[in-house]
């Protein structure tokens, strides 16, 4: 109990963040002209501390040493797997350091797309991720307005059957959830080999549910009740008054269960056991085992990463900003 | 959604009252429950109520009964009382899953949790390029796992002219075995779980960073702390409850670890990376035996439980009130 306790005054954090977030950034814009230096926040060092040639060597060293790495960690792996991914596969095995000075071989992309089927796979990535950002979305909105802004007699029950499961370790539900999608109960229809048998579980987020419901319990009370007087009915105040006022965290919320279906790897290889409809991240284990020559599967691999990367690159900003809000709501 | 639209305007009466002003208490009948919107919320709540049954409560509660019973997909489930958990601890090889398990735990506890801490508190004193830095931190969690790790098993090629083999030539150290070994299967593991997960766990500590209040790191300084010791006795501190539970959700995270152990090594070699939730897809989906890994599943999730429970109870003094 004392969890809730804990994340209560976190949300406010959360919003504290954004405040302080666009307040840092007016802030920078206004100081831009006199030096980007002074733009930011003190940390833990102070601007009198950065004036001492100790602090500045340290810290100038600290900071390279750690770029070095990042670089090295972030980027090292990203730009071997492109070059490998269009070099021989002896190559690449007799000297992995060295396939920088070695003859590009592009047909490999070519072999990996269509011949190991990576185009195919991906663009069950792209369904998969697509449907289960949908059936979450529409699901925790519902349910978060149910519970923060419609608040039927019976909204604490469903309240407290949904927090109960964000306790509840995933693990206790895995087996029973295959054999749920399996033979749906009462219903005798097999999910199995369909894609509803990801998108549909994908909805059931306890989370998602915690994290809107808060954002909707924050919307001014006064511009519900005006537009109830105005004669908007339930539906038509969820879609042009708390829909608009929440893109934000819908954004998040959306970033992140698209994230989270794209990465997952046990639930579809489970529920998907047909090639044709698996996506990526399950096809390429499979072709690590096959016969496909490492060449190819170092192709298949680099294609596999580059969409989301490239993605990430473009939309770092936003990313970066998405994931850190719900991570402190989280906290 | 526009075609519903003026159906729901049809009914203006259909607004609740006021929530907070005491509205003089009517008589509850049913057409005061319409009215209300009492039917609309019903009908928000279907889906809802559907998918969550379906796909989260049922599931749960059909765990539970599960764990007692005999199944097999084709006869009728039979009550069997507590044999599958009998069964479960006699299995030979539980005590090696669990004790991998708690060593992985362990080792990402010690070695893999500090990093993200460290590296957010570098980033947030960065002047300029904290974006650059952000980025490329983060670069790593974007790979989906399934690239990064068939890219990092064959870094971890055990040949002399494996990647990071020729990356310790370099040094003058010497090939590892890797992955092949039983002694090094595991930190190789959580090498590599560090670095798909340290940028993403980086980003909630910079958000953190920033709420902590830059007068007290000035008031430290006027009383004469030096660098390290605000780091250690104002950063440090008013991280503490994020740090917390960061802590709790990477300890629930690295118990049911099991993509990294199936792909890099499927439990080898020599069962040293074999995990409960291993140990659980084998006695389900290898030898179908649904009561195993079930009663297996209820017994990690309620130490988990307990787990979580004994950890908020022992932190409760430290966590921000």
Redesign the interface.
């Known amino acids: 109990m004392?969890?809730f306790?804990?994340n209560a005054?976190?949300g406010d954090?959360?919003t504290?963040?954004i405040a302080?977030?666009t307040q840092?950034r007016r802030a920078r814009r206004r100081l831009g002209r006199r030096g980007?230096?002074e733009?930011?926040?003190?940390?833990?060092?102070?601007f009198?501390?950065?004036k001492r040639r100790t602090?500045r060597v340290w810290?100038r060293i600290?900071?390279s040493v750690?770029?070095v790495g990042?670089?090295f960690?972030?980027?090292g792996?990203?730009i071997?797997?492109a070059k490998a991914s269009i070099t021989g596969t002896q190559d690449?095995?007799?000297?992995?350091?060295g396939i920088f000075f070695a003859p590009n071989e592009w047909g490999n992309l070519i072999l990996a797309w269509n011949g190991a089927q990576i185009g195919q796979s991906l663009r069950n990535t792209v369904f998969v991720a697509v449907g289960a950002t949908i059936?979450t979305l529409?699901?925790s909105v519902?349910?978060a307005?149910?519970l923060a802004v419609?608040?039927?007699r019976w909204a604490p029950i469903?309240s407290g059957?949904?927090l109960a499961?964000l306790?509840?370790?995933?693990?206790?539900?895995?087996?029973?959830?295959?054999?749920?999608v399996?033979d749906?109960?009462g219903l005798n229809i097999s999910l199995l080999n369909t894609f509803w048998a990801v998108w549909?579980?994908a909805?059931?987020s306890?989370f998602n549910v915690v994290i809107l419901q808060r954002f909707f319990t924050s919307i001014p009370?006064e511009i519900l009740?005006a537009a109830?007087?105005d004669?908007?009915?339930?539906?038509?105040v969820l879609?042009t008054i708390v829909l608009p006022l929440s893109r934000p965290i819908l954004g998040v919320v959306a970033l992140l269960a698209a994230?989270a279906a794209?990465?997952d790897?046990?639930w579809p290889m489970?529920v998907l056991p047909d090639p044709l409809l698996q996506p990526?991240?399950?096809v390429?284990?499979a072709l690590?085992k096959g016969p496909t020559p490492?060449a190819v599967?170092?192709a298949a691999?680099f294609l596999?990463?580059l969409i989301?990367?490239v993605l990430?690159?473009i939309f770092?900003?936003q990313?970066?900003r998405g994931?850190?809000?719900a991570?402190?709501i989280?906290? | 959604?526009s075609t519903?639209?003026p159906?729901?305007?049809t009914?203006?009466e259909?607004?609740?009252p006021?929530?907070?002003t005491p509205v003089p208490r009517r008589k509850r009948t049913p057409a005061t429950w319409f009215r209300g919107?009492?039917l609309?919320?019903?009908l928000?709540?279907i889906?809802?109520?559907l998918?969550?049954a379906?796909?989260?409560?049922?599931?749960?509660l059909?765990?539970l009964v599960?764990s007692f019973q005999k199944?097999n997909?084709v006869a009728e489930p039979s009550w069997v009382g507590l044999s599958n958990f009998e069964y479960v601890l006699s299995d030979p090889g539980l005590a090696q899953a669990v004790g991998n398990t708690a060593y992985f735990a362990l080792l990402a506890l010690v070695f893999g949790f500090p990093v993200p801490i460290i590296?957010a508190?570098?980033i947030?004193?960065?002047?300029?390029y904290d974006?650059?830095?952000?980025?490329?931190?983060?670069?790593?969690a974007?790979?989906?796992?399934?690239?990064?790790i068939?890219?990092?098993?064959?870094?971890y090629?055990p040949s002399t002219?494996?990647?990071f083999n020729?990356?310790l030539s370099w040094v003058g150290l010497g090939p590892l075995p890797w992955l092949n070994s039983e002694a090094l299967a595991m930190p190789s593991i959580v090498l590599y779980a560090t670095?798909a997960g340290a940028?993403?766990t980086a980003?909630?500590y910079?958000?953190?960073?920033?709420?902590?209040s830059?007068e007290l790191?000035?008031a430290a300084?006027i009383d004469g702390a030096s660098?390290w010791r605000?780091?250690w006795s104002?950063?440090v501190p008013q991280l503490r409850?994020?740090i917390?539970?960061?802590m709790l959700?990477q300890l629930?995270g690295t118990?049911?670890i099991?993509?990294e152990p199936?792909?890099f090594t499927g439990g080898g070699p020599n069962n040293a990376t074999q995990t409960i939730?291993l140990k659980?897809?084998n006695y389900?989906?290898v030898y179908g035996d649904?009561g195993a890994?079930?009663a297996l599943?209820?017994m990690?999730?309620a130490f988990?439980?307990l787990l979580?429970a004994v950890y908020?109870w022992a932190t409760?003094r430290w966590?921000?009130?």
Do not use: H
Request: aromatic residues 10%; proline residues 8%.
């Open positions: 004392s969890y306790q804990d005054p976190a954090t959360a504290l963040v302080e977030d840092a980007p230096v733009a930011k926040e003190r940390g833990v060092i102070s009198a501390d950065r602090v810290l600290i900071q750690a770029l990042l670089v960690a972030g980027l792996p990203l071997w797997s690449i095995i007799s000297d992995p350091m059936s529409v699901i519902l349910a307005y149910i419609m608040r039927p469903l059957a949904i499961t306790f509840l370790p995933g693990v206790i539900s895995l087996v029973p959830l295959y054999l749920t399996l749906l109960p549909l579980p909805g059931a306890a009370k009740e109830r007087i004669g908007a009915g339930p539906l038509r879609w994230i794209w990465k790897f046990l489970l990526v991240s399950v390429l284990p690590a490492l599967q170092m691999v596999t990463l989301p990367v990430f690159l770092q900003k990313f970066l994931v850190g809000t991570g402190g989280k906290g | 959604m519903t639209i159906a729901a305007k009914r203006p259909a607004t609740p006021p929530e907070g919107g009492g609309q919320s019903v928000f709540a889906p809802v109520v998918i969550f379906y796909f989260s409560w049922g599931p749960i059909q765990g599960l199944t997909l590296l508190v570098l947030n004193e960065l002047r300029k974006g650059v830095y952000n980025a490329l931190a983060y670069l790593p974007i790979i989906p796992p399934v690239a990064a068939l890219l990092w098993k064959f870094f090629d002219t494996g990647m020729t990356m670095w940028g993403s980003i909630i910079i958000a953190a960073l920033r709420t902590v830059t790191y000035e300084e660098i605000r780091m104002v950063t409850g994020v917390l539970v960061m959700l629930i118990f049911q099991f993509t199936f792909l939730l659980i897809y389900a989906f649904f890994a079930t599943s209820v990690l999730a988990l439980c979580s908020l409760k966590s921000p009130s």
